[in-house]
């Protein structure tokens, strides 16, 4: 009988890699199919994760062969940061959880672990030396996947919180020269700035002669948010805009008087119907019945 061919022994983690890169990918991808449960290929197909994975192992089998374990900012380590920071990224707008999104680089060290013990556990001190280097590099990699996760989810709320407060706060053109603004819900600052920014944007465009400002919808108000609506009235008027607010509650009415603000800048009338016919007046237009 032929003699089998002797098996060839690895003697570090940059090695195992080269020699059982594919059943390192099969098993990295059970373990992030089990720790991670169903959601992961609910929210991306097994092509991608296959591709993930491939490209990923690819990358670090490149760097550990430089022998640098503890330091992922060496150049040999940028392409895997790289990768991993994009992976990361990804997941974050994808809706993966943190946890979901760390489960890709820590299901790699069980892989990698489970060959190494394999590979070489007859031999403690050698396993523990490998051992020790590749929990080094994936914890660093780990904590740099939480750091991308929570800044890519920061920027997707901010966005989100950003197209929110557009959508709140619409600037809607009723006629040549008419614009009406619709306020509701609660108004604070940043909202308030959004707001004056928006408004005279749509004025500058719109070439509008009147704004129609109701804040029927707007419960309270306090005075900081008070002012930065009266500092939007003057700026409007500076661009030619008459404003008509209407709508206003006794509470927020209150809150306008206690600011040191000539109140006469800012016509108003009770109610949005009352408004509009006052506004369509101002560009020459005149409301009718038709009976």
Not at 39 to 49: D, K, P
Not at 107 to 129: F, K, T, W
Not at 222 to 239: F, G, N, Y
Request: proline fraction near 3%; charged fraction near 25%.
């Amino acid at each position: 009988m032929p003699k089998e061919p002797k098996r060839r022994r690895v003697r570090s983690v940059a090695e195992l890699l080269d020699y059982r890169q594919k059943e390192i990918i099969e098993t990295w991808l059970v373990n992030i199919r089990a720790l991670a449960g169903t959601r992961t290929m609910e929210l991306m197909t097994t092509g991608q994760l296959e591709t993930q994975t491939k490209d990923f192992l690819r990358t670090i089998t490149e760097a550990f062969r430089s022998e640098v374990y503890d330091d992922i900012e060496h150049p040999s380590m940028r392409p895997s940061v790289e990768m991993l920071k994009e992976i990361s990224a990804s997941r974050a707008r994808q809706g993966f959880t943190a946890s979901e999104t760390a489960t890709f680089i820590f299901s790699l060290q069980d892989a990698i672990m489970e060959y190494l013990q394999a590979e070489i556990g007859d031999n403690p001190e050698l396993l523990n030396r490998e051992a020790v280097k590749i929990s080094k590099i994936i914890v660093k990699m780990g904590l740099l996947t939480f750091e991308t996760y929570a800044i890519t989810r920061e920027e997707v709320i901010g966005q989100q919180t950003r197209s929110i407060m557009e959508l709140s706060t619409p600037t809607l053109r009723v006629w040549d020269e008419l614009l009406l603004l619709p306020l509701i819900g609660t108004f604070d600052t940043p909202r308030a700035q959004q707001m004056m920014e928006a408004v005279l944007q749509a004025v500058v465009e719109t070439e509008s002669r009147v704004l129609l400002l109701d804040v029927t919808g707007v419960p309270v108000m306090d005075t900081k948010t008070a002012s930065h609506l009266l500092k939007t009235v003057e700026a409007c008027r500076m661009l030619g805009c008459e404003v008509i607010m209407t709508g206003i509650s006794p509470t927020i009415a209150q809150t306008m008087t206690k600011l040191s603000i000539d109140l006469a800048i800012v016509k108003t009338m009770g109610t949005l119907r009352a408004g509009m016919v006052e506004a369509y007046k101002l560009i020459g237009k005149e409301v009718v019945s038709r009976s």
